[in-house]
T-cell receptor
């Protein structure tokens, strides 16, 4: 089976750092992807990892441990506009062709 | 660049009616996907395609059909609309080894 878990909701303060965790069990693995989705909008790509370790892109970083089935998204210097849902997705399937999404983590950034 | 284009953006259907959700991409991606997203939930895969002429079922295919006659187009057909199909539908495309790109979504209500 395929299972991806994330916390349902998180709250943080403007200017702070927040870490959103994701654990997964999937058939096949061809990368771990993070998307941001504002209410009423389409998901937009943030970051991905295919090898273990940390990938940094400006205020956003993503970490992967394939042996533990674990990833996190780190958001630094939080801004009000970062209030959104963050979706963890694994590209897997028998031929590495499908994206399986977690339930998403709704982040609220407070002033 | 247009990217992934979905039409219509909004639609209200009566129970038992049929409709086709259109999706086209201009990035020459082989992989295309249809997802549905219910309020406050993650994305569920309905159908996917790995190339023209090839389609396969995802996690929640019942009540839907697809075709992929060209690389660009991947329409989703609802034959007998039911209230349980009220959702937001996202089409996405991807090259073989990187992220998926999403259309802006179709908000469908079945009454």
């Amino acid at each position: 089976g395929q299972n991806i878990d994330q916390p349902t909701e998180m709250t943080a303060t403007e200017g702070a750092i927040v870490q959103i965790n994701c654990t997964y069990q999937t058939s096949g693995f061809n990368g771990l992807f993070w998307y941001q989705q504002h209410a009423g909008e389409a998901p937009t790509f943030l970051s991905y990892n295919v090898l273990d370790g940390l990938e940094e892109k400006g205020r956003f970083s993503s970490f992967l441990s394939r042996s533990k089935g674990y990833s996190y998204l780190l958001l630094k210097e939080l801004q009000m506009k970062d209030s959104a849902s963050y979706l963890c997705a694994v590209r897997g399937g028998d031929y590495g062709q499908n994206f399986v999404f977690g339930p998403g983590t709704r982040l609220s950034v407070l002033p | 660049n247009a990217g992934v284009t979905q039409t219509p953006k909004f639609r209200i259907l009566k129970i038992g009616q049929s409709m086709t959700l259109q999706c086209t991409q201009d990035m020459n991606h082989n992989y295309m996907y249809w997802y549905r997203q219910d309020p406050g939930m993650g994305l569920k895969l309905i159908y996917y395609s790995v190339g023209a002429g090839i389609t396969d079922k995802g996690e929640v295919p019942n009540g839907y059909n697809v075709s992929r006659s060209t690389t660009e187009d991947f329409p989703l057909r609802l034959e007998l609309a039911a209230p349980s199909q009220t959702s937001v539908y996202f089409c996405a495309s991807s090259p073989s080894n990187t992220e998926a790109f999403f259309g802006q979504g179709t908000r469908l209500t079945v009454v």
